[in-house]
């Protein structure tokens, strides 16, 4: 079988990962896979259904229940129903670090992220990208900027889709998910020792492609 080849892209909130994992994902022709979605959709279904995202067996109890899925749009579906503008809601954003932390749904997640990068060539964005889900990926990159251009970033990303928010929100929820997220007993969010940091806070999405791309060529992967 020819050779698959997966590139990881981790790093904190709001840092930029997915609009250059798009773009490389696109210009090499890999499947983008988004993780932090099916982290939202999670979380989304806890909501929907009721329950406290801060009640880790309650949320635990959706596991095997719900379908959490990319259709062909390449959109994030919750039993077959496409929720892509609902996973970026103010509620889903201030509940999804909760459900992020509970064991049981990482590896409930974890397993759909593998299973959709096998034998394909990939872009996968997240956490623990290149420290747990493929370890073994053929470049990782750790993607950081300042707190203050992160919330920035998520800002103005909130005015273009229409999503009511205010910078100091913005940088609440930074700050919020940043402690959330590299503090969890389970996969914290860390480089990988193996990972290229790249700081955007001063970068073009452009040069941060650019970047990415040279490295993944020097390593052959196109
Ligand atoms: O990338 P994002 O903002 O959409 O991610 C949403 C949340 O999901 C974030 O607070 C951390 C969590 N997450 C995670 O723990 N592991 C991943 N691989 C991706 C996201």
Do not use: W
Not at 12 to 23: L, M, N, W
Not at 59 to 74: R, V
């Amino acid at each position: 079988m020819e050779k698959s080849y997966s590139i990881a892209i981790d790093g904190p909130s709001a840092s930029g990962k997915s609009t250059v994992a798009k773009i490389i994902a696109n210009k090499l022709n890999f499947i983008y896979v988004d993780t932090g979605a099916m982290y939202r959709a999670f979380t989304y279904a806890v909501l929907k259904a009721g329950l406290d995202p801060k009640d880790e067996k309650a949320s635990e109890s959706l596991i095997g229940k719900i379908e959490i899925s990319f259709n062909e749009k390449n959109h994030i579906t919750l039993d077959g129903v496409d929720i892509s503008k609902e996973v970026r809601s103010n509620e889903v954003a201030d509940n999804v670090s909760y459900i992020a932390s509970y064991k049981n749904i990482r590896l409930f997640l974890v397993d759909s992220q593998r299973k959709i990068a096998s034998n394909k060539n990939v872009v996968m964005d997240g956490r623990d990208i290149g420290t747990y889900v493929l370890s073994n990926a053929d470049l990782k990159i750790y993607q950081i900027a300042s707190a203050e251009e992160r919330a920035n970033r998520r800002y103005k990303e909130n005015i273009e889709k229409g999503i009511k928010s205010s910078y100091e929100d913005c940088l609440d929820n930074v700050n919020k998910r940043d402690y959330i997220d590299s503090h969890r007993s389970f996969c914290p969010l860390h480089p990988a020792d193996d990972s290229i940091e790249i700081n955007t806070t001063h970068m073009t999405i452009d040069e941060v492609v650019n970047e990415i791309l040279k490295i993944a060529k020097e390593r052959g992967i196109y």
